[in-house]
């Protein structure tokens, strides 16, 4: 008899779990992702300068907001092979958020959590500020994935 509990509650279970209405649940998740692209074009004397600001403050920001649950995977950066001529960007950073409400817990966490990660250095905001001081342009790009199979 328990053998055959054991059974019957196995194929229940795996039915729940691979339903079509489990694996619809799966695909809208995925509309619910939000993709932050950042892109920077920094002025060619402060690259080094950038990259380092990046390396030492922004990404691990960014960890730490991995470890809230608010993003969803790497946070990544990118730079261009060959440049276009327009839009010109020198470095572009990748973001995932989990949803429209982890963007919204991000805005009101930031402050708080630089400071945390780094008292006394005038905030997540200043940090901002010294980016923009160091590129000629900023702007974002907010992106969803369209699954295509």
Known sequence: ?????????SLIFSFTLFSPATLLQADETRFLVVIEESYYAVKPENEEKFLQTY???????????????????????????????????TFKTVVRFKNYSAIDMWLEKREEVFDKLFPG???????????REMSDEHWDEFIREIPLG
């Open 1 to 9: 008899m328990k053998r055959f509990t054991l059974a019957f509650f």
């Open 55 to 89: 390396k030492t403050r922004v990404f691990p920001f960014w960890k730490e907001m991995n470890k809230m649950g608010l993003v969803d995977g790497d946070i990544k950066m990118y730079s261009q092979r060959i440049h276009t001529l327009k839009p010109r960007w």
């Open 121 to 131: 250095e005038g905030g997540y905001k200043k940090l901002g500020k010294k980016i």
